[in-house]
Every structure is written in C-alpha cells, then in structure tokens.
C-alpha cells in the first residue's frame, strides 16, 4: 500500500515550498502535482522539475513503465474526461457522502487508480516510504479518500487569505511552458471565494475521517524545522537533527526533484530564503483588503488570523 503525504490548499498558500522541503527528508519523494501530469508531461512534454523534458526524464520514464508498461499505454483523453466527470469542486458534496451514487463508483475507482498506479510504482522506484503529492484539489483529496490502496494523509495549507488574494494578482510566467504563457490570475473577490471553498471542502474531508493535518503556512516558517519534524511525524517518518541541517530558520537548501508540474518554483535549486512574504499589508488597496477580510472572516477566525490587519 503505497503511503501518500498529500499536501493541500489553495494555490499560492506556500504549498510547493512545503513540498519541496518535506522532499529534501529521508524516505520521502515529492512528486509535485500529479494532477497536471496527464495533460502537461504525457500530453505536452513539459519540463520535470530535473530540468529534463518529462520523455527524457530517467525518473518519469520508470515510473511510466512500471505503472502502465509506457506512457504511450494511458489514455490521457480518458483520464481528462474522468476528471471532468468526478474531479471537479461541484463534485464535492456527491464525494464527501458516506456512501457513493451507485454509477459513480466506478468512475472514481479507475480516476483514483490511475493515481495509486503511479504512487506505488514511484515508491518503488525511488525507494521512499512516503509519496508527496502536491496537487493542491480538494476535489481530488476527495477522490483519493475513495481509492483503494492508498494510506492518505493529507497535510492542509492555509494562508491568510488577504496575502493570497494579493498573490493571485501577480503576473508569474511559466517557465516550462517555453512560450511566455502566464500562470491564471484571479480578482481578489474571485480568489476570496476559492479560498473559502477549497479550505472548508478540506474540513470537510477531515470530518469524513481523513487523516488531515492542518498546516499555517506563517507559523510554519516560523520554525521550518519545528513544521517539518511535525509533517514527517504525521507521514509516520522519523527525522533525526542532521537529516533537518539543510534548513535553518533564515534559508534552505534544496536538490534538484522530479517534480511533475506545478509553481516555477519547483525548478529551484541550492539556497532559498525563508521568508514570510508581507507584501500584501501595503500593497493590497485597502478596501480589496477589508473585501477579502469580510468574505473570509468566519474561517480566518477559526484559523486563528486576525481580522484587523496592521500594516
Ligand atoms: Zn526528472
């Protein structure tokens, strides 16, 4: 049974930089977000983490062999439209039920399965006890929760969600991409409303029984090792006081990873500082800011944020 860290949340929360420190920890192989990987490395030929094209990609190639024999064997346009019909927020509440619709059963089986299917060939390739996925969904967590063959732990990101809102204003080109394309941006109310979806439909998944360990993504960089002990713990790893010497309060340093898709930041190698990113207390208009404040009020309370925000 192949053990997945799945980490969670709305994008721009600090996801991929958990990831990719939970990645650098003995027994753990971050796989970035699996969920992109039918459409932009199988479909596409997009850039894997290593630099490499996903085909030249030693990693991915023995992955894809001991999976479905070869890339060439999955039906991409099967998976997408699996995806559409099961995998999408709409399909939350039909997923968090106690019990599935009978003709939907199936369709979440052979769409999880195509997941647990590279989970346990990239354990067995990489050699690690624990899998990270860092697709982010919820739509998937909660797909997953129904897949058989799959320890699932779930690690949930939040940030503040006025920081979030201002992130998602931002232009980030798409390296892997290659032709200048831009990663979506959304309005803060767009984002504010995501933002309450994605973290409630997380809740939710814990309710169901999930194991779900609820990360801030601000108090975890302020003490990373603290944080990372604590997640690898919740994987079921021990970590000992030189398997954490890459990180420090200030910085990290991080080796390269075959990490599928995601955040450009995912092609980040050697030092990184670790920093909690404010910007948004000056840079976001206020009455953006007490917009997103008042949507996201009830659940920034429960996560302990304060609803007046000092500059
Ligand atoms: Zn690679």
């Not at 899998?131 to 967590?141: C, Y």
């Amino acid at each position: 049974m192949a053990r997945v860290l799945y980490i969670g949340g709305l994008g721009r929360s600090g996801t991929t930089l958990i990831e990719r420190l939970l990645g650098e920890l003995p027994g753990m192989c971050a796989l970035g977000e699996v969920v992109h990987l039918w459409q932009r490395d199988i479909r596409d030929d997009e850039r894997c983490g290593c630099g490499a094209a996903f085909s030249a990609c030693d990693f991915w190639d023995a992955v894809g062999e001991r999976a479905f024999g070869g890339w060439h064997q999955v039906d991409v346009y099967r998976v997408l439209a699996l995806r559409e019909m099961v995998e999408r927020t709409r399909h939350i509440p039909r997923l968090a039920a106690a019990r599935l619709p009978e003709d939907h059963v199936e369709l979440i089986e052979e769409y999880a399965g195509y997941y647990s299917a590279i989970y346990e060939a990239a354990a067995m390739v990489s050699g690690a006890s624990v899998v990270i996925d860092s697709s982010k969904h919820s739509a998937l967590a909660h797909c997953l929760r129904w897949a058989p063959g799959i320890d699932l732990r779930v690690v949930h990101v939040v940030r503040d969600a006025r920081g979030v809102a201002y992130s998602w204003t931002k232009t980030v080109v798409r390296p892997e991409a290659g032709d200048g394309a831009e990663m979506t941006r959304y309005s803060p109310t767009r984002s504010a409303l995501l933002w309450n979806a994605h973290n409630a439909a997380f809740g939710l998944l814990a309710r169901r029984g999930v194991p779900v360990r609820r990360v801030r993504y601000e108090q975890f960089l302020a003490d990373p090792r603290r944080g990372l002990r604590e997640l690898a713990g919740f994987a079921g790893l021990d970590v000992s006081a030189a398997d954490l010497d890459f990180v420090t309060e200030e910085r990290a340093e991080l080796k390269p990873v075959h990490s599928a898709a995601g955040n450009p930041m995912r092609f980040t190698v050697g030092q990184v500082p670790l920093r909690r990113d404010d910007t948004w207390r000056s840079a976001l208009p206020p009455t953006q800011r007490r917009l997103v404040g008042a949507v996201c009020a009830p659940l920034l309370r429960a996560y302990g944020y304060p609803l007046r925000s000092s500059r």
